[in-house]
């Protein structure tokens, strides 16, 4: 078992409202046990920021107070320090780690990122990040190398370490350069192939990873956890519809507020994936105590990201823990028991395949071209004449429009 390292919370407040501070300290208390850092204390502040310390001279004199009394391994920021900050408030709590909430967030990415793709693009964040944070001496260092407690090289190798981070830098952003051209070459075949794809998006931990798994077709599982940010990887599944047709679902990284731009811009090969879908479903933690303000989060992440106009349905999640009235904006569900997940299917099936009917005069010979859409079109009548077969068949425009060119005919 990892022991607990302890921390100090430090939040400056300048228009929360109670029930948003009570938010946000429980979030990054959770972000923190989350790189096993258990907080001691809090010490919240309302007042402009400090250049110096974030925090006014007077309160964080208290907090060096509460430091210089010992165990005391980090002390924690919830706005994102600018290097000067960074660098007063080292030298002020010597020896001691200083973070902000970015950097938590990158820590937890590093440690939860699997794949190849997954650690490129972590590593690439908190480089960009540390990078302008390079003084010397301090904990600041340490977090190029490893996490709270580590120590980073002296300050007589800083410019080597400068130089050499940004051949780092320029490294990974042309290997995310050829992620992205891979991406893009499978998302056209997946266009080729006329398979619908669905995004789920939604707060970290709101149980999408675990939807996928209720959803899937076979029986190859993701990993889904109790805790912040289980998924960083994309993992894409075939789901079945009512129809018999098939839809490729994929699950996404978790949403939080205010993700660090760095990691927007690391993760933008990943987040381009919600672009190319033709349905975002957005995951939403139905039991959770701060529904609304983390539907906000995501929502404004969407439409930071230009997605607000990609047709979306919301799912309210965690049914099974719920009781109250349900939401009438989305369709409630349980993805651990499985509640209500046929009508999902079918809410998904009407917003891929719009009702949208053709009548068809197929040749004999001809007849195998419709073989090959019977997965994308519904097939709701068959007249056999002397010259074809009349097809009466329902399915997205794109997809009738295909197949007639395919025929080579318009009805």
């Excluded at 502040?45 to 974030?54: T, V, W």
């Excluded at 994929?250 to 381009?272: H, M, N, Q, R, S």
Aim: neutral net charge; charged residues 30%; aromatic residues 6%.
């Amino acid at each position: 078992m990892v022991a607990l390292k302890k921390g100090v919370i430090c939040y400056l407040r300048l228009d929360e409202d109670e029930a948003e501070l009570a938010y946000d300290l429980a979030e990054l208390g959770e972000l923190l046990t989350n790189i096993d850092v258990e907080t001691s204390e809090t010490f919240v502040q309302q007042r402009a920021p400090d250049l110096n310390y974030l925090l006014g001279e007077g309160k964080i004199l208290e907090v060096k107070e509460r430091v210089d009394d010992g165990g005391i391994d980090a002390v924690v920021f919830n706005r994102e320090l600018s290097p000067r900050q960074v660098k007063a408030l080292e030298d002020l709590f010597d020896g001691v780690e200083v973070w902000d909430r970015t950097q938590v967030i990158l820590e937890i990415f590093s440690r939860r990122a699997l794949s190849r793709e997954g650690k490129i693009q972590v590593r690439l964040a908190r480089l960009s990040y540390l990078y302008p944070r390079l003084f010397g001496l301090g904990g600041v260092l340490s977090r190029l190398g490893g996490g709270i407690g580590t120590r980073g090289p002296g300050e007589t190798k800083l410019e080597v370490l400068r130089r050499n981070t940004r051949e780092q830098i320029h490294d990974l952003k042309k290997e995310l350069a050829a992620v992205r051209a891979n991406r893009a070459f499978l998302r056209r075949q997946r266009e080729e192939e006329g398979i619908p794809t669905v995004s789920l998006v939604g707060y970290t931990n709101a149980g999408k990873s675990t939807l996928l798994n209720a959803l899937a077709a076979g029986d190859q599982k993701v990993l889904a956890q109790d805790r912040l940010f289980a998924t960083l990887d994309p993992v894409s599944r075939r789901v079945r519809l009512p129809s018999a047709r098939y839809a490729l679902l994929t699950d996404t990284v978790g949403f939080i507020k205010e993700l660090p731009p760095k990691l927007k811009e690391a993760f933008g090969a990943t987040l381009e994936e919600l672009h190319a879908a033709h349905l975002l479903l957005h995951v939403i933690d139905l039991a959770g105590p701060y529904l609304e303000k983390q539907v906000g989060a995501v929502e404004t992440l969407l439409a930071e990201l230009g997605l607000e106009g990609k047709p979306l349905l919301k799912v309210y999640n965690k049914l099974d823990l719920y009781r109250g009235f349900l939401p009438e904006d989305g369709v409630a569900v349980s993805a651990l028991t499985g509640a209500n997940l046929d009508y999902l299917l079918a809410c998904v099936e009407e917003a891929l395949f719009p009702e949208y009917e053709a009548v068809l005069l197929v040749p004999f010979d001809r007849l195998g071209v419709v073989n090959r859409f019977r997965e994308r079109l519904r097939v709701l009548g068959e007249e056999y004449l002397p010259e074809g077969v009349r097809l009466t068949v329902r399915g997205r425009p794109a997809d009738l429009q295909n197949l007639k060119a395919k025929l080579g005919a318009n009805k």
